[in-house]
T-cell receptor, first 115, second 109 residues
Framework: ETGVTQTPRHLVMGMTNKKSLKCEQH?????MYWYKQSAKKPLELMFV???????ENNSVPSRFSPECPNSSHLFLHLHTLQPEDSALYLC??????????????FGPGTRLLVL | GQNIDQPTEMTATEGAIVQINCTYQ??????LFWYQQHAGEAPTFLSY????GLEEKGRFSSFLSRSKGYSYLLLKELQMKDSASYLC??????????FGAGTTVTVRA
């Protein structure tokens, strides 16, 4: 069971395309995350939003642009991607604050293929 | 940088016990998580340790030694549905989780 949904589940795009990934959390959390998961590699944190403010940006190329319009929604806008950007993109959310365990709950991911 | 190591693959027989080790070297420590991820699915939360010792949850247990930078996940009475990747992750500051590459466990009949 997951309270985090992602669309689309699969995406194929050319290097000149612009597309967006969408994430929605139904858990009432106040922080949301984007991760990249490539085969046989650890999950890489891309962006973190807390209370709709970006708090972490891990040197991600500018062809990835996040947007957090409210605490329940998170987008990842994609522009002129490279084939090496093909991966599983995971969204997560957590309830952050003093005294909380801050467990992150993940969505099912978007499998992206860049041709 | 952060360094989190876990074995790449493990195989065990249905009904057996498997122990997945995780060692870490991070700039800070604010808790260690274990996640299960079936192929093509979301990672799902299994356990959380922030103090030394053993946390038990049914067939799954997780152990932490902060002084040794070491944790393990113990899976008992293995079932076929336990075949999955198991991810060790350390929270080393506000918000940030650093993950290991995952251990793929294959359960054989």
């Amino acid at each position: 069971e997951t309270g985090v949904t992602q669309t689309p589940r699969h995406l194929v795009m050319g290097m000149t395309n612009k597309k967006s990934l969408k994430c929605e959390q139904h858990l009432g959390h106040n922080a949301m995350y984007w991760y990249k998961q490539s085969a046989k590699k650890p999950l890489e944190l891309m962006f973190v939003y807390s209370l709709e403010e970006r708090v972490e940006n891990n040197s991600v190329p500018s062809r990835f642009s996040p947007e957090c319009p409210n605490s329940s929604h998170l987008f990842l806008h994609l522009h002129t991607l490279q084939p090496e950007d093909s991966a599983l993109y995971l969204c997560a959310s957590s309830q952050s604050g003093a005294g909380t365990q801050e467990t992150q709950y993940f969505g099912p991911g978007t499998r992206l293929l860049v041709l | 940088g952060q360094n989190i190591d876990q074995p790449t693959e493990m195989t065990a027989t249905e009904g057996a016990i498997v122990q997945i080790n995780c060692t870490y070297q991070t700039s800070g420590f604010n808790g260690l998580f274990w996640y299960q991820q079936h192929a093509g699915e979301a990672p799902t939360f299994l356990s959380y340790n922030v103090l030394d010792g053993l946390e038990e949850k049914g067939r799954f247990s997780s152990f932490l030694s902060r002084s040794k930078g070491y944790s393990y996940l113990l899976l008992k009475e293995l079932q076929m549905k336990d075949s999955a990747s198991y991810l060790c992750a350390v929270r080393d500051g506000d918000y940030k989780l650093s993950f290991g590459a995952g251990t793929t466990v294959t359960v054989r009949a």
